[in-house]
């Protein structure tokens, strides 16, 4: 079953699976993350607290802090947010998703849904599995705000890493003429060695507390892991689904007109 349509087509079925996809992240993300980000900043809140407290003290009469900023966008705001920010994420990249497998198609034998479930698989690896496991996700009342910038940009760097060792993986598997077995062992080979590489050459960022709860950052962590799981799981089984089905109807229309004939 080949990934039929004009590019124009893989788009709108990209779009809809990202949607699909984006929204499913957002309800993993409502019901299993913000739990501990509600917890971190609970811890956050409480550190904070006698900071404030010293400095009340030393506040000269009649000064208040009762005009003090709010939040621009409240806690349930945030939650609800979500939905639309990852319902538009999912969007973008299922319209990326789409485009990538527009160019896929032309170099592999795979059919549609298979192409469109490995390349989720790669896509996650390259865009959260290989970043993860250098730089994992933190919550809220963890990490120095002054080196923010370098963390930013150091996130880019190993995303980047990401895409070079799976693109090694994938030239390395395509390379070697013999099994599917050698082929794979070859790829993987490919995919440790560069991803180490670069693992040794990109340092260490460690500015989590002693303090902090080791548990509540483990959930958070995972939590994180299962949202963007949930996201590009979603986008591969929704895309493949939406390829079965334009696949299965452009068939019985065929038939349709053959038998009218």
Do not use: C
Request: proline share 5%; net charge negative; glycine share 8%.
């Amino acid at each position: 079953m080949p990934l039929i349509g004009s590019l124009k087509t893989l788009l709108l079925r990209g779009l809809l699976a990202g949607l699909i996809a984006g929204l499913l992240a957002a309800t993993v993300g409502y019901f299993v993350g913000e739990p501990q980000i509600d917890a971190a900043i609970a811890i956050e809140e409480a550190a904070a607290a006698p900071a404030e407290h010293g400095h009340d003290a030393a506040e000269p009469a009649g000064h208040s802090h009762g005009d003090e900023e709010e939040a621009l966008v409240s806690r349930s705001g945030q939650k609800a947010g979500q939905f639309l920010a990852l319902g538009l994420a999912g969007l973008a990249f299922g319209a990326l998703f789409a485009a990538a497998l527009n160019v896929a198609r032309r170099f592999t034998t795979l059919s549609g849904p298979r192409l469109a479930l490995t390349s989720a698989v790669l896509g996650w690896t390259a865009f959260v599995a290989v970043p993860f496991f250098k730089y994992p996700a933190n919550p809220p009342a963890v990490g120095d705000p002054e080196t923010i910038n370098d963390r930013t940009w150091l996130w880019v760097a190993v995303v980047a890493l990401g895409f070079l060792a799976v693109a090694a993986a994938v030239a390395a598997y395509r390379a070697v003429v013999a099994t599917d077995t050698l082929k794979l062992i070859a790829g993987v080979f490919a995919f440790v060695v560069v991803t180490t590489v670069g693992y040794l050459l990109l340092p260490e960022v460690n500015e989590v507390a002693d303090e902090f709860p080791a548990t509540l950052l483990w959930n958070f962590r995972v939590a994180s892991l299962a949202q963007t799981a949930t996201l590009w799981a979603s986008l591969g089984l929704a895309f493949a689904a939406l390829t079965e089905f334009a696949a299965r109807r452009s068939t019985a229309v065929v038939e349709e007109v053959t038998t009218a004939a």
